[in-house]
């Protein structure tokens, strides 16, 4: 199974029982599960820090948290990059071991077999190398907001509310075998199939626009909404 093909099983699952889906996390539980399950390996990884960062008592439990260990590729809300770098977590990422990493200069640094995965602790919070991320998925679930309107005909997609910086930080990881941006929806705002007024063609327009600016950035658009 590829990534897309578990994006597929999971609108068909959508399709069947769309109220065992009424929140975006209980889509993402699924998604994780089956990708898991039929794409996920065993990976090695390792914390590391700065010094500065494990001040006093502190540093016992990061010395815990950086020890080598094997943890499944297919990981939730995946942190990466920097602090102080904005909204930098994935929904679900796959991760790939490597043998360089942008963290290979932290001070405190286990050692362990390369590959690897590296992730920064710091301020409380762990960040995946951005270099280890092999495919980057980002749901947005829409239940009774309508996010298909005027906002989408401007051409500057920072003011696409719901999906400027999901565009954004997928756009980011360029390195990434693949990137996915995953549109549910109750309603169909965008009115994919529907053709019965004036209305449905704007609708369809601003689709196309979201489909022109995940193509810029080489991402895979899937739209989810319950149909008959």
């Not at 995946?78 to 602090?83: A, D, L, Q, R, W």
Request: glycine share 6%; net charge negative.
């Amino acid at each position: 199974m590829t990534v897309q093909e578990a994006i597929n099983r999971l609108d068909a699952e959508f399709q069947e029982t769309p109220l065992g889906f009424t929140v975006e996390t209980a889509l993402q539980a699924r998604l994780l599960e089956l990708l898991r399950a039929e794409v996920g390996t065993t990976i090695q990884v390792r914390g590391g820090y700065n010094t500065a960062d494990a001040t006093g008592y502190k540093r016992k439990y990061l010395d815990r948290i950086a020890k080598p260990q094997s943890i499944s590729s297919v990981q939730p809300e995946v942190n990466f990059g920097m602090s102080g770098d904005g909204n930098r977590s994935l929904d679900i990422a796959i991760l790939e071991p490597r043998h360089e990493t942008e963290y290979d200069d932290l001070e405190y640094l286990p050692e362990v077999d390369s590959p690897r995965v590296t992730v920064r602790l710091m301020d409380g919070s762990k960040y995946f190398s951005a270099a280890s991320v092999k495919h980057a998925i980002e749901l947005k679930y829409i239940k009774n907001v309508d996010v298909a309107g005027a906002k989408f005909e401007r051409n500057n997609i920072d003011e696409w509310s719901h999906f400027s910086s999901d565009l954004a930080k997928l756009g980011d990881l360029s390195n990434a075998e693949s990137r996915h941006l995953i549109v549910v929806s109750n309603k169909n705002p965008f009115q994919q199939g529907e053709v019965d007024s004036r209305s449905t063609a704007k609708a369809q327009r601003r689709y196309e626009r979201v489909e022109e600016e995940c193509e810029k950035r080489a991402v895979e658009l899937t739209e989810i909404h319950p149909r008959e």
